[in-house]
């Protein structure tokens, strides 16, 4: 029962990864093509080499963690490449110092939590705004997410993406929590304790 228990582990893991780091970095791209004016084909194979990589390697080992002095930077072009004309997505609170009292796991884990996020409002919500707040509030980190999209009413139907997403905040010991109603928007809270 044990290794049968390992393999559904080890096959949920994967299928997470491929999620995260190939569907929805392929959607980013498709994102970045869709709305630029001037596309830059250097950036474009970089992304895109990027990608092959990670899919090439995803069942050999766990996708890089970024620097934690680089990791202020790489929230703010993550947030940065899904607002476009038709949705502007505002960032508070993602400065340096809150970041260096955050480990590389929850790092890592909030990175591909936060695309997940992002990809949905794309595809779903119809948002205008998004705001994405960070906060640390004694020993937990706070993210929180709200759009003025078309929200997702009273029993909405969960996804492979939000399934991902409330396992990988349950592995940190966290909590998310979805309020919404249908047509007033999207409000997503995330409280992970830190040390």
Do not use: C
Not at 65 to 80: E, H, I, N, Y
């Amino acid at each position: 029962w044990k290794y049968e228990q390992e393999i559904r582990e080890q096959q949920l893991n994967t299928s997470q990864k491929v999620h995260d780091v190939v569907a929805n970095g392929l959607y980013r791209v498709m994102s970045d093509l869709e709305y630029r004016d001037h596309l830059d084909k250097s950036d474009l194979l970089d992304k895109l080499e990027d990608l092959y990589e990670k899919s090439r390697d995803i069942s050999y080992e766990p996708p890089p963690v970024a620097p934690t002095d680089d990791f202020q930077r790489k929230v703010s072009k993550l947030l940065q490449s899904f607002s476009k004309d038709s949705t502007r997505i505002y960032i508070v609170g993602n400065d340096a110092e809150l970041w260096k009292r955050v480990d590389k796991r929850i790092k890592s884990e909030l990175e591909h939590v936060l695309q997940e996020f992002l990809v949905n409002m794309k595809k779903h919500s119809q948002a205008q705004t998004a705001t994405v707040k960070f906060e640390l509030r004694g020993n937990e980190l706070r993210v929180q997410y709200t759009d003025d999209g078309v929200g997702v009413g009273d029993n909405p139907k969960k996804g492979n993406g939000i399934r991902s997403t409330e396992n990988r905040i349950g592995r940190l010991n966290g909590t998310i929590n979805f309020e919404s109603s249908s047509g007033r928007g999207l409000k997503i809270l995330v409280q992970i304790p830190i040390r």
